[in-house]
């Protein structure tokens, strides 16, 4: 069995990987998190993905900005979005930042 083939049984077995993007709670951020989302959903199939919210002033605020994106993205890609919370931003982050967990490339 070739690499592509075991790779292809262990992702029908396992689903697709979670996908999670930071994203600071400023408007062009948001939308470049929807974008990158709508994207993901297109091309990969993705269907669920963790939002954490950075930037934002208050716990109220970063709940607020997530509430509306997961309402959005839910709407009109008929995905699920799941709070991770609020967060510092990274230092080397400044807006909507991707980590995408694929076993297809290799990465963990």
């Not at 993007?21 to 990969?44: C, G, N, P, Q």
């Not at 997530?66 to 995905?79: K, P, Q, S």
């Not at 799941?82 to 990274?90: F, H, L, R």
Request: glycine share 8%; net charge negative; aromatic share 6%.
């Amino acid at each position: 069995m070739s690499d592509y083939d075991q790779a292809s049984g262990l992702r029908r077995l396992f689903g697709k990987p979670t996908v999670t993007l930071a994203v600071a709670a400023r408007e062009a951020d948001v939308i470049d998190a929807y974008s990158l989302i709508k994207r993901l959903a297109l091309e990969d199939g993705s269907g669920c993905f963790r939002i954490a919210i950075t930037h934002a002033r208050t716990a109220d605020e970063a709940q607020a900005v997530f509430d509306n994106l997961r309402l959005v993205a839910h709407e009109y890609l008929g995905v699920r979005l799941e709070y991770a919370g609020m967060s510092a931003p990274p230092p080397e982050c400044d807006g909507a930042a991707i980590q995408h967990r694929s076993a297809r490339m290799g990465m963990a």
